[in-house]
């Protein structure tokens, strides 16, 4: 088991599990689904959602890997009374598998996007044709994409401490100073008030079921919780790290960028006259390159660091992120097959551009090739975000919560005793009752009503 390899120090494992929460889904998915969804009102929905369901997960999901020490399929193994359990590992990589398939490609148009801004060559004049007649290009997209994966891929073959901990750490305080000065840029944009306001001001009239759905898919999608990333991550956590404190700090900063990433945008998208907020998963890739070169048409050099910075991180948060999903398969493959780690992550990698490359191909010549009316891609988003993880995340949290001894829950949660704990008993409450049946219940819900259309 030493050599698997283990997180240094608990900088190392807030900054590597911070990475794999802070990803495309709080700088590209979390804007886009507080545009659609009403602005303020879904941020507090999803405010709740990350306190009493993905929290508990996430907890769970730390106890479950460090008490193993192993890969998601086999800690379900070594864990359970029962082998079916392991479906719910086998889930978690195969959805491994499926999100980074469908992340690679937009984080492929990120890099594409961040090449652009350096070179100085993002279009002032309609970036959405160009947008459209990029993605839907056979090779560019595909060329992006590949580059991206073999970043990811050259991150994980160095391990755990010399690559996942070392780049995270070097990675993730990089990212937090450039939101910062974004933040400082935007709310100085004259017009910056509304956009403000769109985000503080909740309008509860706007909480809908399908922005209660919406809100907990995100939550979810955004703390990387119900598919056994950070389970895998905790099976590399030393004995004396404090669980529940580093689940509070992930938690915390994912939430804390989320936020800030919405006062990095929708100032700047408020200050233009004629952009809508609702724009979709183009707000990024559309809409920002119009309001970048309108609001600083006076100050084209503002305008080029902003955008500069702005495509930058959203590439290093999508590459925190894709390393960790990386390493849900990579630890699998390896330790089942009893590979060496290059070895299995070369076979990752190929596995990834197999399916990227379908769920590119899906906005060009494939676009057609659809069921149920959504493409390669959108299958990928939808049944990881909607099913897999919500699923996940009840099996997660029943498991954690009831078949594993307590005593085995307790002391992991308290280090055996060591740390004195607060609230200890909410915590467990939360793991056994709240996190399965409020997740069970909007997942239902939304079950119901797949099958009424
Ligand atoms: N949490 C990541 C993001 O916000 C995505 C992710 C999902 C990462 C699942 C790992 C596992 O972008």
Known sequence: ???????????????????????????????????????????LVYIVFVLFLALPVMVSEFVIGRSSGTNIVH??????????????????????FLVLSFYSVVAGWTLKYMVDAVANRISRNDPGQIFNAFVSDTWSPLFYMAIFLLLTHLVVIRGI??????????????LL?????????????????????????????????????SAMGQAFFSLSVGIGCLATYASYFSK???????????????????????????????????????????????????????AFSHMPLLGYIF??????????????????????????????????????????????????????????????YTLAGMTVFDWFDFATAMFIMPIGGIFISLFAGWVLERKLLTDELT??????????????????????????MVFLDQVVKLIEN
Not at 2 to 27: C, D, Q
């Open 1 to 43: 088991m030493n050599n698997r390899g283990r997180f240094g120090s608990r900088l190392g494992v807030v900054m590597a599990s911070a990475g794999s929460a802070v990803g495309l889904g709080n700088i590209w998915r979390f804007p886009t689904e507080v545009g659609q969804n009403g602005g303020a009102a879904f941020i």
């Open 75 to 96: 800690a379900f193994r070594k864990l359970a009374p029962a082998k079916w359990w392991m479906i719910i590992g086998f889930m978690g990589v195969l959805a491994g």
């Open 161 to 174: 401490g010399g690559g996942i901990e070392r780049y995270s750490k070097l990675m993730m305080p990089l």
């Open 177 to 213: 100073l450039i939101i910062f000065i974004l933040v400082g840029c935007s709310l100085s944009m004259s017009g910056s008030v509304d956009g403000i306001r769109f985000l503080l001001q909740p309008d509860l009239t706007k909480v809908t079921p399908d922005v209660i759905l």
């Open 240 to 294: 004396n790290m404090n669980l529940v404190g580093s689940a509070v700090h992930v938690c915390t900063i994912d939430t804390l960028v989320a936020i800030m990433s919405g006062f990095i945008i929708f100032p700047a998208v408020f200050s233009v006259e004629g952009v809508s907020v609702d724009a979709g998963a183009g707000l990024v890739f559309i809409t920002l390159p119009h309001v970048f070169s309108s």
């Open 307 to 368: 955008s500069t910075l702005f495509y930058l991180l959203l590439l290093l948060a999508a590459l925190t992120s894709s390393i960790s999903m990386h390493e849900i398969c990579t630890a699998y493959v390896s330790e089942h097959y009893k590979l060496t780690r290059k070895r299995a992550a070369t076979l990752v990698t190929l596995a990834y551009l197999v399916l990227g490359t379908a769920c590119s191909l899906s906005f060009g010549p494939w676009k057609d």
């Open 415 to 440: 280090n055996n005793g060591t740390l004195k704990m607060r609230g200890l008993k909410v915590l467990v409450f939360l793991i056994r009752w709240v996190a399965p049946i409020g997740v069970g």
